[in-house]
């Protein structure tokens, strides 16, 4: 990876996946609100962070692991990295904290994902699955780190690397499930914005018509 090469926060992955404007906004420029949502997910990600190292029955749990991968051009820290010693060889299993409950959209799984693929990298091991702790459900959802779920992270790495370089926030596209939960709604104006948009194709398209 080249010096000069803007490095990839794994949180921008799944701001990614879930919304290429909120991912520029946050990550191109600099933009951050907070709500009870994202009050919730700080809070609980702070617990695993504070927890440290500790062992249990074989296996040994690290706490806020600092990750990157220099061939992939990413980096981060992970919530809980698990080291299941009782096993040879040993079996690593990256574990995130979310507050909520499982999603229908693969966001989550694609950010886990790339902590797994930061980890064979840095470890030289294969890793065949983690995990995401919902804060609503108090369970664990196992994700399996399968092709499927690989090929989708690496292309959304490769989009979000496009949006780093292109250093361009994406025009706005208002949808109410999506929009009106995100803490950055204030700053997005996406229904606003959307309008602006839409009334710009409409003048372009007068002017082709007057030019045909």
């Known amino acids: 990876m080249e010096d000069d090469v803007r490095l990839i926060p794994l949180s921008?992955?799944?701001?990614?996946?879930?919304?290429?404007?909120?991912?520029?906004?946050?990550?191109?420029?600099?933009?951050?609100?907070?709500?009870?949502?994202?009050?919730?997910?700080r809070i609980l990600h702070e617990r695993a962070d504070n927890l440290g190292h500790e062992r249990r029955r074989g296996?040994?749990?690290?706490?806020?692991?600092?990750?990157?991968s220099e061939a992939l051009g990413l980096t981060g820290v992970t919530d809980v990295v698990e080291f299941d010693e009782s096993q040879q060889p040993t079996v690593v299993?990256?574990?995130?904290?979310?507050?909520?409950?499982?999603?229908?959209?693969?966001?989550?799984?694609?950010?886990?994902?790339?902590?797994?693929?930061?980890?064979?990298?840095m470890l030289d091991v294969s890793i065949k699955q983690g995990a995401l702790?919902?804060?609503?459900?108090?369970?664990?959802?196992?994700?399996?780190f399968d092709d499927e779920l690989r090929a989708l992270t690496r292309r959304v790495i490769a989009d979000t690397r496009a949006l780093f370089d292109n250093d361009r926030t994406p025009p706005a596209i208002y949808?109410?499930?999506?929009?009106?939960?995100c803490s950055l709604i204030d700053a997005c104006q996406p229904q606003v914005?959307?309008?602006?948009?839409?009334?710009?194709?409409?003048l372009a398209r007068q002017l082709q018509s007057l030019d045909e």
């Open 12 to 41: 921008a992955l799944q701001h990614m996946l879930f919304c290429p404007r909120q991912c520029a906004l946050i990550h191109l420029e600099q933009q951050w609100a907070e709500n009870r949502y994202t009050a919730e997910g």
């Open 59 to 68: 296996i040994h749990t690290a706490m806020a692991l600092p990750l990157a």
């Open 93 to 121: 299993r990256p574990i995130e904290y979310k507050r909520g409950r499982p999603k229908s959209h693969r966001a989550d799984e694609v950010q886990l994902c790339a902590q797994a693929l930061c980890l064979e990298e």
């Open 133 to 144: 702790f919902y804060g609503k459900t108090r369970r664990r959802k196992i994700v399996l």
């Open 175 to 181: 949808e109410a499930k999506r929009c009106d939960h």
């Open 193 to 202: 914005m959307g309008k602006q948009r839409s009334a710009s194709r409409w």
